[in-house]
Antibody, heavy 118, light 106 residues
Framework: EVQLVESGGGLVQPGRSMKLSCAAS????????MAWVCQAPKKGLEWVAT????????YYRDSVKGRFTISRDNAKSTLYLQMDSLRSEDTATYYC???????????WGQGVMVTVSS | DTVLTQSPALAVSPGERVSISCRAS??????MHWYQQKPGQQPKLLIY???NLASGVPARFSGSGSGTDFTLTIDPVEADDTATYFC?????????FGAGTKLELK
């Protein structure tokens, strides 16, 4: 059974940093691209970043370029999102998701809440 | 970015057929996918590439469309289908989602 379990969220002040983790199991992690998708409270879904199966390529939405870094450790089957210079508008639930080759998200974690507030 | 427009809410009775629409601001070929999100849960893939049923999803769900106009159909609707349904396109960069259609049962 595919499982994605996020951790690392919480309350953080504007301008500070936070690192999210996503532990994957039930599939061969290093065969798949992975992604982060966020959802602001009572709002819709928004793609944040994607990383290729081997970590050689990364893609970001414009609003997080230069502030967020997606990475992975295939030996640990873990995906990361380093979030720097956080802003109030980054407040959201962040989902880790497996990104299938036809470019859809076929499995999602339960999500982790990040609140950026002073 | 490609904007996906969905109607905000629908209300139907159990046993009826419901169609949820998603219109793209520019063509997305067949790269439209549908997700179901129940309150407090993560999204779940229902349909990929416009009309392909995801693994484990009941055959009551189906998808159609190409280009700019797409439809998710549930027939018949069951009480457990109360949820918000999102479309997502992945033909144009960046991937974008619709704002969601909240389906309520009468």
């Amino acid at each position: 059974e595919v499982q994605l379990v996020e951790s690392g969220g919480g309350l953080v002040q504007p301008g500070r940093s936070m690192k999210l983790s996503c532990a994957a199991s039930g599939f061969t992690f290093n065969n798949y691209d992975m992604a982060w998708v966020c959802q602001a409270p009572k709002k819709g879904l928004e793609w944040v970043a994607t990383i290729s199966y081997d970590g050689s390529s990364t893609y970001y939405r414009d609003s997080v370029k230069g502030r967020f870094t997606i990475s992975r450790d295939n030996a640990k089957s873990t995906l990361y999102l380093q979030m720097d210079s956080l802003r109030s508008e980054d407040t959201a639930t962040y989902y880790c998701a497996r990104y299938w080759e036809l470019r859809y998200f076929d499995y999602w974690g339960q999500g982790v809440m990040v609140t950026v507030s002073s | 970015d490609t904007v996906l427009t969905q109607s905000p809410a629908l209300a139907v009775s159990p046993g009826e057929r419901v169609s949820i629409s998603c219109r793209a601001s520019e063509g997305v070929n067949s790269y439209m996918h549908w997700y179901q999100q129940k309150p407090g849960q993560q999204p779940k893939l229902l349909i990929y590439k416009a009309s392909n049923l995801a693994s484990g999803v009941p055959a009551r769900f189906s998808g159609s469309g190409s280009g700019t106009d797409f439809t998710l159909t549930i027939d018949p609707v069951e009480a457990d289908d109360t949820a918000t349904y999102f479309c997502q396109q992945s033909w144009n960069d960046p991937d974008t989602f619709g704002a969601g259609t909240k389906l309520e049962l009468k």
